[in-house]
């Protein structure tokens, strides 16, 4: 007998995970830190080899937002979003229902989300990336937590498959050349200027770049959310205390000195090797050690989040994991605004660590923020918009949302 479809309930406030909130509200951090070097142009002037105003420390912490967090705080959202994956999947499971008619619906959503965010604000976005490597993940939800771990060579072969069309619409302009246009279009241009601009630079600049690069990168971390919440690390860390200190230590270790050395420094000094196969086996070992940063970081949040201070301390950052979503296209609109010609017009100009002390105050006024929200409501804006639509349209109100409305309405009342 086939299993009843029928869409799993939303995760009531009560049976959210603190952990889980945690990381992702961090992680949303590492990534506007990571972005403002984009929104203001910082980062493409630095592939272009055209100055950029740095300011005091801009180059400094330029290269420590590199080597810290580039990369790697997506990558700790990829593995929330996949422990995600896995937690809707199990919660269908356990009541005789098919995960995939929701899921699918979920990414589709998160896709328009994605696609409106790319085309329309800013098209470094990486919500239609999660929905396409969500896709890819769905047929290994139901392995074991060490089978799952075999589906990364398959994630990483269709994501080269993917990547294979895309690649042929890159432009062959220089790096100089294209972010003279971003000057003109999004320092100088207004909102329509810089709309038109965006769709030729998605398709044939960032498209490719984002199809090549970031599923390739991202993939295996969805699998790697998946198995840490089939293995119980994500939902009871304080059970795996031991193992979680045994990554801690060897993957931030190793992923801090392969992301520190300077990768021209590590070519010269391997290239001077007589064995090829030695060469290469350096090369890949310090690549693929890179990402590992982003396992110990995963592991040291979780170690200090089993000591009662640093749960009080780092708890106040959960709201906001709450709210990543929303959150998450704020600081495209606060950003642009504050960078594009539609705006302030500061693309171009704005010295980097001046660029990015006010990613860090951002953050901060959106870590208020979002406490604040909810406070008074049980959820984020553009998540409620987002489970609607999942649940079967604006209209139809879930079950356990509705509980969650009423359960905000009592605490109000007393």
């Not at 003279?180 to 038109?196: R, S």
Request: with cysteine; net charge positive.
């Amino acid at each position: 007998m086939p299993a009843k479809v029928v869409s799993p309930d939303p995760v009531a406030r009560s049976e959210r995970l603190l952990q889980l909130d945690v990381l992702r509200g961090l992680a949303l951090f590492g990534v506007l830190l990571v972005n403002i070097g984009y929104f203001c142009g910082a980062d493409l002037a630095r592939q272009a080899g055209v100055a950029y105003p740095l300011g005091d420390f801009g180059g400094l912490a330029g290269d420590l937002v590199r080597v810290l967090l580039e990369n790697k705080a997506a990558a700790l959202l990829s593995i929330l979003f996949g422990a995600g994956l896995a937690i809707q999947a199990d919660r269908a499971s356990d009541k005789g229902q098919s995960p995939w008619p929701f899921a699918l619906r979920r990414s589709a959503v998160l896709a328009l989300l994605g696609s409106a965010h790319t085309f329309l604000l800013w098209n470094v976005d990486i919500l239609l990336d999660y929905a396409l490597i969500s896709l890819m993940v769905l047929p290994f939800l139901r392995l074991s937590a060490g089978r799952v771990l075999w589906a990364i060579p398959v994630v990483l072969i269709v994501s080269a498959v993917i990547a294979g069309p895309m690649l042929a619409l890159a432009t062959d302009l220089p790096p100089a050349q294209i972010y003279t246009l971003g000057l003109e279009h999004y320092g100088q241009g207004g909102w329509l200027d810089a709309l038109q601009y965006r769709w030729w630079e998605t398709l044939h600049v960032i498209g490719p770049m984002r199809i090549a690069n970031r599923l390739v990168i991202l993939a295996p971390f969805f699998i790697v959310g998946v198995a840490a919440w089939k293995s119980g690390w994500l939902s009871a860390p304080d059970a795996h205390r031991r193992r979680l200190r045994q990554v801690f230590v060897l993957c931030f270790s190793l992923g801090l000195v392969a992301n520190a050395v300077p990768q021209e420094a590590l070519h010269a000094w391997v290239n001077q090797l007589a064995l090829q196969p030695l060469r290469v086996l350096i090369k890949a070992t310090f690549f693929f050690a890179k990402f590992a940063l982003t396992l110990g970081y995963a592991a040291g949040i979780l170690l200090l989040l089993q000591r009662s201070r640093w749960r009080v301390w780092l708890g106040v950052f959960a709201p906001l994991g709450r709210m990543a979503l929303t959150q998450y296209l704020l600081q495209s609109l606060v950003c642009t605004w504050i960078f594009y010609g539609f705006g302030l017009g500061q693309y171009g100009r704005m010295p980097l660590d001046l660029a990015l002390a006010l990613g860090v105050l951002l953050f901060a006024m959106q870590v208020i923020s979002s406490r604040w929200w909810l406070a008074r409501f049980s959820i984020g804006p553009v998540e409620w918009l987002w489970r609607r639509l999942s649940y079967g349209g604006i209209r139809q109100r879930p079950p356990a949302l509705a509980a969650a409305g009423a359960e905000t309405e009592q605490a109000r009342s007393r």
